[in-house]
């Protein structure tokens, strides 16, 4: 794959310009927390690029995969199956992104970045801009907190990397997603509320408050995080006790963690949910990594439709009027350059417990 992928081929256009009309046919509007327009970046229109997060360095893999200095740590798995070799193999610079962990500075200089992109969608934000400064790296800080945010990152890294063209078909999809994510979410105001329950952990006794950006595809379609809870940490994964659900007793229940989804369906006292009895037990799709959270990156973007397709499944062929296997291979083109055939893309929107034996 090289740095700049191919435009959307024809496919994709029609995609991008199908989602927009429904979108300007809908009495709703953008979301209130729509992003402002960032400052230009020091171009760079060569050269190494380092990301000092994993939402950094994911957005520049969208952008000009070619052009990553490095990884924060060893991909997964997973992604294997869909990344190219010259990315797969590329150096573990480290990062910060919470839990202690921070870069090797030594190995950054190493790699002689042209530009340092910096971020506050994860812990450490502030150290790592320290420390870019420190090493004399041109910084590009990029907003890239909310889903609201990408459009507006698109462009701003893709013009400093001499790639705006690229920038711009990211942009246009991210906010064609946004704008369709609003209409649905007139539409499901219509009807009851439904509740989802984000279990995390080992055991699924973690989750996310409302308003976390952990769990912001919940919001995103309309339904409402069961939790109630309040927490001032960017990190979330706030403990609850299983008393706690059962109060809540949630609509639906939504883990991307593979020890929690086996617990889920293999301990009795789970069964004491109705969301599991009625079999409402989602496991996110994460190929080439996690859609959800951890970290919470642009693959919301196609995350947010799949829980729809799920959850609100008229709604979503209503506004979204596209099967989300067909939106999935759409979104690897584009996102990726990679294409997947009708059964590689059900296999990912059906992933396997048993495939992700731990947490990470």
Known sequence: MSAALPSPHRGLRHWLRALLTTALLATTTLPAWAATEPAPCPAAPTGPVYGSSPVNNYLLLALAPGRMAGLNFPWS???????????????????????????????????????????????GAQASTEAMRKLGLPLCPVQLDTMADYPAAFRQVGQALGIAARGDALAEAAQSTLTALAALRHKVAEAPPVRIYYAEGEDGLASECSGSIHAEVIDAIGAHNALRCTDGSRFGMVRVSFE???AADPDW???QDGPAMRAIQTEPRWKLL????????????????????????????????????????????AVFR????????????LFFGHKLSTAQAESILHPKAVDYPTKY
Not at 83 to 90: E, G, N, Y
Not at 310 to 317: D, E, I, L, N, R
């Open 77 to 123: 798995r997973q992604a294997g199956q869909i990344l190219p070799k010259s990315v797969l193999d590329l150096p573990v610079l480290g990062g910060w992104f919470g839990q202690g962990r921070t870069a090797n500075l030594e190995q950054v200089l190493r790699v002689h970045p042209s530009l340092a992109l910096v971020s506050g969608a994860t812990v």
């Open 244 to 246: 706690q659900i059962m």
């Open 253 to 255: 229940i939504l883990t």
């Open 274 to 317: 109705r969301a599991v009895r009625e079999g409402h037990v989602l496991f996110a799709p994460q190929v080439p990594f996690r859609w959800i959270d951890r970290p919470p990156s642009f693959m919301r973007f196609l995350a947010a439709p799949w829980l729809a397709s799920k959850v609100f499944p008229q709604q979503y062929g």
């Open 322 to 333: 596209q099967p989300i296997v067909q939106r999935t291979q759409d979104f690897f083109a």
